[in-house]
């Protein structure tokens, strides 16, 4: 895509990178809030090993959410602004209206498909 797009049909890479790594930030702290949970109650209720295994799974998780904010934050920062991608090509497959709000603040009125999981863009 090229700067004389419609802004309205086109979203900036770069700060959709940066959205996207702010977003990544909180869902590894509401990763770690729901592990410090689980383990808080840990002592006064009897685990099976695997279930102890799933709560130390979320530690993983929590790191790898970290991680991919990083990433997308450094890579945000490496590229040109000019780069453009249409909305509807990368915000077409995603079903959360709040997190398509999160990415892209001035998003175009929407209709959801829920019986498909889409998003069709006006």
Not at 56 to 64: E, G, V
Not at 70 to 90: D, G, M, N, Y
Request: hydrophobic share 45%; glycine share 4%.
């Amino acid at each position: 895509m090229n700067k004389d797009s419609d802004p309205a049909e086109t979203i900036e890479l770069r700060a959709t990178l940066e959205r996207l790594a702010e977003e990544l930030n909180r869902m590894a702290a509401s990763a770690a809030q729901v592990q410090d949970a689980l383990s808080f109650g840990r002592p006064t209720i009897q685990l099976s090993p695997q279930s102890v295994r799933d709560i130390q799974a979320l530690d993983t998780i929590t790191q790898k959410l970290e991680d991919l904010a990083h990433f997308s934050l450094a890579a945000a920062h490496a590229i040109p602004s000019a780069i453009l991608l249409e909305k509807t090509a990368v915000f077409g497959g995603l079903r959360l209206h709040e997190l398509v709000n999160t990415l892209d603040p001035y998003v175009n009125l929407c209709k959801s498909h829920a019986d498909q999981g889409g998003v069709e863009w006006l």
